[in-house]
């Protein structure tokens, strides 16, 4: 098994609070109620909110319709909240 680096860790956990913080303050609905309603598995919905796994992309355009957002709409709050100097390699 493949150690995640710190920023694969850091980019996932920023993430997964952007989900949990969109479906506490926007859908107001646990994470069971939200897995259940729009058809996801409620552990990996909540290993995504956790920050302990990658998230395909698929997946999160799931996530995304289901918080009534589009993709691109988390990917900018990601992006805002990881800071202009996030990167994965030195260019």
Known sequence: MQ??????VKLAQVLGAI???LRQNNLKCSINQ????????VGNTS???KGC?????????K??????????YLVRLLEDKLGESFQFYEI
Do not use: C, G, M, N
């Open 34 to 41: 939200f897995a259940h309603e729009y058809d996801l598995d």
């Open 3 to 8: 150690q995640k680096d710190e920023k694969t």
């Open 19 to 21: 989900i949990k913080d």
């Open 53 to 61: 796994i990658d998230v395909k992309f698929v997946t999160l355009w």
């Open 63 to 72: 996530i995304a319709e289901a918080l009534q957002v589009k993709p691109s």
């Open 47 to 49: 290993r995504v909110e």
